[in-house]
Nanobody
Framework: QVQLVESGGGLVQAGGSLRLSCAASGRIFSSYHMGWFRQGPGEEREFVASISWSGGSTYYADSVKGRFTISRDNAKSTVYLQMNSLKPEDTAVYYC????????????????WGQGTQVTVSS
């Protein structure tokens, strides 16, 4: 079992930045691939970014490529999402997810989820 807790969300103006954190506890964090997803009001949960267990491979949705950066610190059991040049359309609840084997874009393939953190970008 892995417990995930996101933090760092908030209200920011368009063009601003936020850094989300996801702290993990339970099983060995470094054994898990990690992903970030988001869900806007009335929308389906969508993939944002993922990172391999070692941090050596990252993968981004086209909508955030060049603006967001995913990283991890296995010593702190934490994964981060640095979000720059934020746009109103980035407004959503952001979730982190973990899986031992999968690090792609399909939400259903991830076994563990956090409770989410709200990000609101004003225009």
């Amino acid at each position: 079992q892995v417990q995930l807790v996101e933090s760092g969300g908030g209200l920011v103006q368009a063009g601003g930045s936020l850094r989300l954190s996801c702290a993990a506890s339970g099983r060995i964090f470094s054994s898990y691939h990690m992903g970030w997803f988001r869900q806007g009001p009335g929308e389906e949960r969508e993939f944002v970014a993922s990172i391999s267990w070692s941090g050596g491979s990252t993968y981004y949705a086209d909508s955030v490529k060049g603006r967001f950066t995913i990283s991890r610190d296995n010593a702190k059991s934490t994964v981060y999402l640095q979000m720059n040049s934020l746009k109103p359309e980035d407004t959503a609840v952001y979730y982190c997810a973990a899986d031992r084997e999968y690090r792609g874009s399909r939400a259903a393939r991830y076994d563990y989820w956090g409770q989410g953190t709200q990000v609101t970008v004003s225009s």
